[in-house]
């Protein structure tokens, strides 16, 4: 669960390479959180870009 984020907000999920993914299984919740599906990833390392009209936050993923 990410915390913090309108409904507003766009999510890019991108590997260490730069390919892209899409999460069609995220779902917010009822605090301004996102709940991320990571299911279909492989282990490894990703960064989750949040943007939304004022700024975009980065964060660090790593699925075991």
């Keep these: 669960v990410v915390s913090g984020i309108t409904s507003n907000a766009k999510l890019v999920i991108v590997d260490l390479l730069g390919k892209r993914y899409d999460l069609s ?28 009209k004022k700024a975009t936050k980065t964060l660090k993923l790593f699925r075991r």
């Design 25 to 52: 299984k995220t779902q917010h919740t009822q605090s301004n959180g996102v709940l991320l599906d990571v299911s279909s990833l492989k282990t490894g390392f990703y960064l989750v870009k949040i943007r939304n």
